[in-house]
């Protein structure tokens, strides 16, 4: 089997310090956690902006101030949300596409999310997916359920998206595809050919789907942008415990670690 790729999602748009008080905010702080998580055994690093009172942001300087802490320090790779959060307009999420990340998110349709509503509509992912052609930005796939496996293919169709694709696979959002790993079987059979995959399990399905994602021969994203927990009721204390954690269970499992430049190669940046 192929080595594995570990994406730390490390402080997501959504969780607040209330929550725990584990989750990156600054750059400072995030570039901190990024660089502990890729010293654990990360390869790829997923990132949101935040403000310093802890509200989401896609201004494109946070994002330049986050790249620049992190790849002052590591080869590990950057991959930039442009989901942002619920209620952001798409210009505002796209803008961080022409900073030339060496990764971003790509989601391919819209999701009931929580309360909110996930807006993915065609033309925004049109839009999306033709700056990161521009920009040289390798898309990963955000599928939240699994109809956005089609949505991808249309714009392969397009010509807007290269294959193979590599996609996450987000299971767990409420709202969107359930946190079993039934549907995460059915996902992985309905990828084109060729497609290279991770998966990312929200809240309590994080550690049964990263598990479930190793044995199938896929890779596997942790970190508390999903999931704050180590185990029920008690906090992780940082982004590396839950990568350290995935680490051992592969090592046990006979899948080696992919170093950032190995994870290059498998997800064709
Ligand atoms: N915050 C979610 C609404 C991404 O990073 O591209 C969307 C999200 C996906 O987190
Ligand atoms: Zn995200």
Do not use: C
């Not at 209330?18 to 790829?44: H, N």
């Not at 999903?226 to 940082?238: F, M, P, T, V």
Request: charged share 20%; proline share 4%.
């Amino acid at each position: 089997m192929e080595k594995l790729v570990i994406t730390a999602a490390v402080n997501g748009a959504e969780v607040t310090r209330d929550q725990t008080p584990y989750v990156p905010i600054t750059p400072e702080e995030i570039a901190a956690a990024a660089l502990e998580a890729a010293k654990a055994g990360a390869s790829i690093i997923h990132v949101h902006g935040r403000r310093a009172d802890g509200s989401a942001t896609q201004d494109k300087e946070v994002y330049r101030e986050i790249i620049e802490r992190i790849q002052e320090k590591s080869d590990v790779i950057v991959q930039v949300s442009t989901g942002g959060a619920v209620g952001m307009t798409a210009s505002e999420r796209g803008d961080v596409i022409s900073l030339r990340p060496e990764m971003a998110t790509l989601s391919t349709g819209t999701v009931n999310f929580g309360d909110g509503v996930f807006l993915n509509s065609m033309d925004m992912m049109v839009d999306f997916a033709t700056r990161m052609k521009e920009f040289g930005v390798r898309p990963e796939i955000e599928v939240f359920d699994v109809g956005m496996i089609a949505n991808a293919m249309s714009l392969v169709k397009m010509g807007l998206l290269k294959e193979p694709l590599h996609v996450d696979l987000v299971l767990g959002v409420p709202g969107a595809i359930p946190g079993e790993i039934s549907h995460l079987m059915h996902m992985v059979s309905s990828l084109p050919k060729g497609s290279t995959w991770t998966a990312a399990g929200v809240g309590r399905s994080q550690l049964p789907i990263a598990v479930a994602a190793m044995l199938l021969g896929g890779h596997v994203r942790v970190g508390l942008e999903d999931n704050i927990y180590y185990s029920k009721g008690r906090l992780a204390q940082s982004n590396a415990e839950l990568v350290e954690r995935v680490v051992r269970l592969a090592t046990e499992l006979g899948r080696e670690i992919a170093t950032p430049s190995e994870a290059r190669r498998i997800v064709s940046i």
